[in-house]
């Protein structure tokens, strides 16, 4: 049986509605942008939000994967290029220890979500 656009995707469109409806009365009634944004990465990043506008976006035929491509890439190169930056500071201020033991984590993190995307590919759950 398949499942209709709003019940695949109810949890996506309530938490975004709720992230609209927050910058909207933020705007209307002069609440801090700073507490709005902090707000909504917060929720972003603790329901997925952004994987879900993500995968709405990459749903629309033709141009919908392009654009995620578009926006996704750059994005991985900043913050690439960010620990670059930060590594280097770190390590002029004497913190080449603790940038090693950070390094490594973030090593063994992508293994491990290399890992789970190949086994999640050869016995994906029906």
């Known amino acids: 049986m398949k499942k209709g ?3 695949k995707n109810w949890k996506n469109l309530l938490i975004w509605s709720s ?5 909207y009365f ?3 009634y002069g609440i801090d942008k700073k507490i709005v944004v902090f707000g909504t990465v917060v929720i972003g990043v603790f329901t997925q939000a952004f994987a879900g506008l993500a995968a709405l976006a990459a749903a629309v035929p033709l141009i919908g994967p ?3 491509k578009i926006f996704s890439i750059p994005f991985f190169y900043i913050v690439n290029a960010m620990s670059y ?4 500071i770190a390590i002029r201020k004497g913190h080449g220890s603790d940038l090693t033991k950070s390094r490594v984590l973030t090593i063994a993190m992508m293994i491990g ?3 789970g995307y ?3 590919n050869l016995a994906p759950v029906k």
Not at 19 to 23: D, Q, V
Not at 85 to 88: C, D, G, K, M, W
Request: a positive charge.
């Open 85 to 88: 930056f930060i590594s280097a």
């Open 113 to 115: 979500i290399l890992i």
């Open 118 to 120: 190949i086994i999640g």
């Open 19 to 23: 992230i609209s409806f927050s910058i």
């Open 5 to 7: 656009f709003l019940n």
């Open 26 to 28: 933020a705007i209307k």
């Open 66 to 68: 392009f654009l995620v």
